[in-house]
């Protein structure tokens, strides 16, 4: 990795930067996957049986919050949500496995609160891992999936497009993620015991609603009618047992997307999955601070593409104009045919986007105790896996009617830039755009400036896209999309996870969870009782994968479908070919493509490092700015604040600790309560003067109802640089104040 000023980098590659940041304030990335298997349910009458099984299983869980000041979060493609604090951290979460009766046919699931997986952190996991645990942990079963969260630290993904944002590569964040991700498989490993899996599913119906409901609209109208709703309701989980039948956890699975904290959020998250297995663990652990519980609660992503956590609707936010309050037009999401103002409004709306984000993951939390209360259906059976390597570049196969059919080299449409509503675009573009004359032929003129003009070979097989960022043809100054993706699947029993590499609609998921679960019946893999699911965006970022008919409708979504329209055929057609490999006694590998090349070493960053901090004339680190009140009690629901004069978080990421504590005076010792993975605290970072390294530390505590009465006090943990010499850790107390009851 370099370090490069702007000044020293080729003109036209600095143009290209400046351009494409403008360009891609919003269009960046949004989610994949989903859940349960089409039509089959939990009950003995349907095949899953209640004999119990015995495996080695185990559970981790460690910190991977990357730099929480002065980077670029990761999601919503947005050049100026440059983070400011800390109100959740980020974790990887991990769950091990392993057949009893032979314990080398193991599995390793990885639920990570980043915004979509990425082959070079995969790559680094898989050779720590591997490294440690020879024949036992390798690239065919380790699965890298991400809870699609976007108020998380960005600039970790490998490939250009997603970096630009972030002004390149940020290494920090790739090796928190990557350092915390391998310690909780490790922790799972360490803990591996006999124990049970058992399987079952509820609905939760106000947790997602669809913000495409006209490109949904665009599939047949006989396949629509299979279902009762646009979204897939339903939450699976697998439930983890010791052999007494206590619980350890569980691996839940629903499609909602992780943007109910909006994009001028400038607080490090880890939206509804995060707050959602926070609250669960909290319930079950209250007395262990977050990251330290043994219980692991995990809220995993599904087919996740066109859902949203913003379940009131997106309406119109125009002040002065007759369309204000007004629900969006339908068909492009627009207001006065424009994208701006159209916002999706969770159910929390007239509180805050916080507060909507601990209702979605309080849903969620619901339906996941609503499973756990039941008796479930044992699983048992075999652990197997299959994983390999697809180019998607012009690969052609052969459709199901006879007829072959190819993908094609990445390439974002110009609806990928008109946002959704959850993040809207900017500019003039607008979803639902397949036209070959867009509103503004300005961008027609200029796209060539910013990737190469595709030859017509591509627009023709990208058809009918418009083609925007024709990235499969941009390789400096290195790739800026993904063409070589993962294919893998895990299997338990009758259980089969399928490990996406991009975004599923809602009805995309649905036919390759039918398709894959057809194949394992009709080849005697699994009987009628093959239940399936997805999980991802994991191990490849390869942005959506709509269905032929939402592609043609060319929303957000189908823009986003980087492959062309046959991108989720091949997919069926490649899941669908692997499933011997899950049989009771598979051998042998299937063939692959070749792996990505690791693009890490040629990344760039546009980032300047930490230059020195300082404290201002008569304060030392740590001191108290502004304190907490002390003549009067606080009571629940107050804001507890103090400001202290602080020094750059990049020093010093903290993890597995905390920038902050709210302590309490007990016995005469104090003891810490509250942590920086809190909701109920914010860590807030100002710069004060660049020139002179000056800047201050806010911590709030918003005191929860049921708070002890009692004697209290902030805490903030820093570490400050000096222009020569070592980063030295400090800490600042406020005042003592009190709670009343």
Same mark, same amino acid.
């Given at each position: 990795?370099?370090?490069?000023?702007?000044?020293?980098?080729?003109?036209?590659?600095?143009?290209?930067?400046?351009?494409?940041?403008?360009?891609?304030?919003?269009?960046?990335?949004?989610?994949?996957?989903?859940?349960?298997?089409?039509?089959?349910?939990?009950?003995?009458?349907?095949?899953?049986?209640?004999?119990?099984?015995?495996?080695?299983?185990?559970?981790?869980?460690?910190?991977?919050?990357?730099?929480?000041?002065?980077?670029?979060?990761?999601?919503?493609?947005?050049?100026?949500?440059?983070?400011?604090?800390?109100?959740?951290?980020?974790?990887?979460?991990?769950?091990?496995?392993?057949?009893?009766?032979?314990?080398?046919?193991?599995?390793?699931?990885?639920?990570?609160?980043?915004?979509?997986?990425?082959?070079?952190?995969?790559?680094?996991?898989?050779?720590?891992?591997?490294?440690?645990?020879?024949?036992?942990?390798?690239?065919?079963?380790?699965?890298?999936?991400?809870?699609?969260?976007?108020?998380?630290?960005?600039?970790?993904?490998?490939?250009?497009?997603?970096?630009?944002?972030?002004?390149?590569?940020?290494?920090?964040?790739?090796?928190?993620?990557?350092?915390?991700?391998?310690?909780?498989?490790?922790?799972?490993?360490?803990?591996?015991?006999?124990?049970?899996?058992?399987?079952?599913?509820?609905?939760?119906?106000?947790?997602?609603?669809?913000?495409?409901?006209?490109?949904?609209?665009?599939?047949?109208?006989?396949?629509?009618?299979?279902?009762?709703?646009?979204?897939?309701?339903?939450?699976?989980?697998?439930?983890?047992?010791?052999?007494?039948?206590?619980?350890?956890?569980?691996?839940?699975?629903?499609?909602?997307?992780?943007?109910?904290?909006?994009?001028?959020?400038?607080?490090?998250?880890?939206?509804?999955?995060?707050?959602?297995?926070?609250?669960?663990?909290?319930?079950?652990?209250?007395?262990?601070?977050?990251?330290?519980?043994?219980?692991?609660?995990?809220?995993?992503?599904?087919?996740?593409?066109?859902?949203?956590?913003?379940?009131?609707?997106?309406?119109?936010?125009?002040?002065?104009?007759?369309?204000?309050?007004?629900?969006?037009?339908?068909?492009?999401?627009?207001?006065?045919?424009?994208?701006?103002?159209?916002?999706?409004?969770?159910?929390?709306?007239?509180?805050?986007?916080?507060?909507?984000?601990?209702?979605?993951?309080?849903?969620?939390?619901?339906?996941?105790?609503?499973?756990?209360?039941?008796?479930?259906?044992?699983?048992?059976?075999?652990?197997?896996?299959?994983?390999?390597?697809?180019?998607?570049?012009?690969?052609?196969?052969?459709?199901?009617?006879?007829?072959?059919?190819?993908?094609?080299?990445?390439?974002?449409?110009?609806?990928?830039?008109?946002?959704?509503?959850?993040?809207?675009?900017?500019?003039?573009?607008?979803?639902?755009?397949?036209?070959?004359?867009?509103?503004?032929?300005?961008?027609?003129?200029?796209?060539?400036?910013?990737?190469?003009?595709?030859?017509?070979?591509?627009?023709?097989?990208?058809?009918?896209?418009?083609?925007?960022?024709?990235?499969?043809?941009?390789?400096?100054?290195?790739?800026?999309?993904?063409?070589?993706?993962?294919?893998?699947?895990?299997?338990?029993?009758?259980?089969?996870?399928?490990?996406?590499?991009?975004?599923?609609? #809602?009805?995309? %998921?649905?036919?390759?969870? @039918? =398709?894959?679960?057809? $194949?394992?019946? &009709?080849?005697?893999?699994?009987?009628? !009782?093959?239940?399936?699911?997805?999980?991802?965006?994991?191990?490849?970022?390869?942005?959506?994968?709509?269905?032929?008919?939402?592609?043609?409708?060319?929303?957000?979504?189908?823009?986003? #479908?980087?492959? %062309?329209?046959?991108?989720? @055929? =091949?997919?069926?057609? $490649?899941?669908? &070919?692997?499933?011997?490999?899950?049989? !009771?006694?598979?051998?042998?590998?299937?063939?692959?493509?070749?792996?990505?090349?690791?693009?890490?070493?040629?990344?760039?960053?546009?980032?300047?490092?930490?230059?020195?901090?300082?404290?201002?004339?008569?304060?030392?680190?740590?001191?108290?700015?502004?304190?907490?009140?002390?003549? &009067?009690?606080?009571?629940?629901?107050?804001?507890?604040?103090?400001?202290?004069?602080?020094?750059?978080?990049?020093?010093?990421?903290?993890?597995?600790?905390?920038?902050?504590?709210?302590?309490?005076?007990?016995?005469?010792?104090?003891?810490?309560?509250?942590?920086?993975?809190?909701?109920?605290?914010?860590?807030?970072?100002?710069?004060?003067?660049?020139?002179?390294?000056?800047?201050?530390?806010?911590?709030?505590?918003?005191?929860?109802?049921?708070?002890?009465?009692?004697?209290?006090?902030?805490?903030?943990?820093?570490?400050?640089?000096?222009?020569?010499?070592?980063?030295?850790?400090?800490?600042?107390?406020?005042?003592?104040?009190?709670?009343?009851?």
């Amino acid at each position: 990795m370099y370090l490069v000023d702007p000044s020293s980098l080729p003109s036209d590659l600095w143009g290209v930067v400046q351009s494409t940041m403008q360009l891609l304030h919003h269009g960046l990335l949004c989610l994949t996957a989903y859940l349960a298997s089409a039509n089959v349910f939990l009950d003995d009458s349907n095949g899953v049986r209640g004999v119990s099984a015995q495996y080695l299983l185990g559970l981790g869980i460690a910190d991977i919050t990357g730099p929480v000041v002065e980077t670029n979060m990761m999601g919503y493609a947005s050049l100026s949500q440059v983070d400011t604090g800390l109100h959740l951290r980020q974790r990887s979460r991990a769950w091990i496995i392993a057949d009893a009766s032979n314990s080398s046919n193991r599995i390793v699931f990885i639920n990570a609160d980043i915004a979509m997986g990425d082959t070079g952190v995969r790559r680094s996991v898989v050779s720590a891992l591997s490294s440690q645990y020879p024949d036992l942990y390798n690239n065919e079963n380790i699965a890298l999936v991400s809870t699609h969260q976007h108020s998380g630290v960005g600039g970790y993904l490998e490939d250009l497009l997603p970096q630009i944002t972030a002004l390149g590569y940020v290494k920090e964040t790739a090796d928190a993620i990557v350092a915390g991700t391998v310690l909780a498989v490790q922790r799972a490993h360490n803990n591996l015991a006999p124990g049970k899996l058992s399987l079952g599913n509820t609905t939760i119906v106000d947790g997602n609603l669809n913000r495409s409901p006209s490109a949904y609209l665009a599939n047949p109208a006989e396949e629509r009618a299979r279902y009762q709703y646009d979204q897939d309701k339903d939450m699976t989980l697998l439930r983890f047992d010791d052999e007494s039948g206590n619980a350890r956890g569980f691996l839940s699975f629903f499609a909602v997307h992780g943007t109910s904290i909006y994009e001028n959020n400038t607080l490090v998250s880890s939206d509804n999955k995060g707050m959602a297995a926070h609250l669960y663990e909290a319930m079950i652990e209250p007395d262990a601070m977050p990251g330290n519980n043994t219980f692991v609660a995990g809220f995993t992503q599904s087919n996740v593409g066109d859902t949203s956590p913003n379940t009131l609707g997106a309406f119109c936010e125009s002040p002065g104009q007759p369309w204000d309050g007004q629900p969006c037009e339908f068909e492009h999401s627009t207001c006065g045919n424009k994208t701006e103002d159209c916002h999706g409004r969770g159910p929390g709306f007239m509180i805050s986007d916080f507060e909507s984000n601990k209702i979605i993951g309080q849903r969620q939390v619901n339906g996941a105790k609503a499973i756990m209360s039941q008796t479930l259906p044992a699983l048992t059976g075999p652990v197997n896996y299959v994983h390999t390597y697809m180019n998607m570049s012009f690969r052609q196969f052969t459709l199901p009617d006879g007829t072959t059919a190819q993908t094609c080299p990445p390439a974002m449409g110009f609806s990928f830039a008109g946002g959704t509503t959850d993040g809207p675009g900017a500019f003039d573009f607008i979803q639902g755009d397949n036209s070959s004359t867009p509103q503004n032929p300005f961008w027609e003129i200029v796209k060539g400036a910013v990737t190469p003009l595709p030859p017509q070979e591509q627009i023709d097989c990208q058809s009918p896209k418009p083609i925007l960022l024709n990235t499969g043809y941009a390789h400096f100054p290195y790739e800026w999309s993904p063409n070589t993706v993962d294919i893998q699947m895990l299997r338990i029993g009758n259980f089969v996870m399928l490990i996406m590499p991009g975004e599923l609609t #809602t009805m995309a %998921g649905r036919r390759i969870r @039918e =398709a894959v679960r057809a $194949k394992l019946i &009709s080849e005697g893999v699994i009987g009628d !009782d093959a239940y399936v699911v997805v999980a991802g965006p994991a191990n490849t970022y390869a942005h959506y994968v709509a269905t032929r008919e939402e592609y043609g409708v060319q929303r957000y979504e189908g823009a986003s #479908t980087i492959f %062309g329209p046959y991108t989720l @055929e =091949a997919y069926i057609d $490649k899941y669908t &070919s692997l499933v011997s490999f899950l049989a !009771d006694n598979a051998t042998g590998k299937p063939a692959s493509d070749p792996a990505p090349v690791d693009q890490t070493s040629k990344a760039i960053t546009l980032r300047t490092p930490v230059v020195f901090d300082e404290t201002g004339i008569g304060h030392k680190f740590g001191d108290v700015l502004t304190d907490v009140r002390t003549s &009067s009690p606080y009571k629940a629901g107050e804001a507890v604040i103090a400001t202290f004069v602080g020094a750059n978080p990049r020093n010093n990421l903290r993890l597995e600790q905390t920038f902050l504590s709210v302590d309490q005076l007990a016995n005469g010792q104090w003891k810490p309560v509250r942590s920086d993975s809190h909701p109920s605290t914010t860590y807030q970072w100002t710069r004060t003067s660049t020139i002179i390294g000056t800047s201050t530390v806010n911590i709030t505590w918003i005191v929860e109802d049921g708070t002890p009465a009692g004697t209290y006090r902030l805490t903030y943990f820093g570490d400050s640089k000096p222009i020569i010499g070592s980063i030295t850790p400090f800490v600042g107390h406020s005042s003592n104040f009190t709670i009343s009851s």
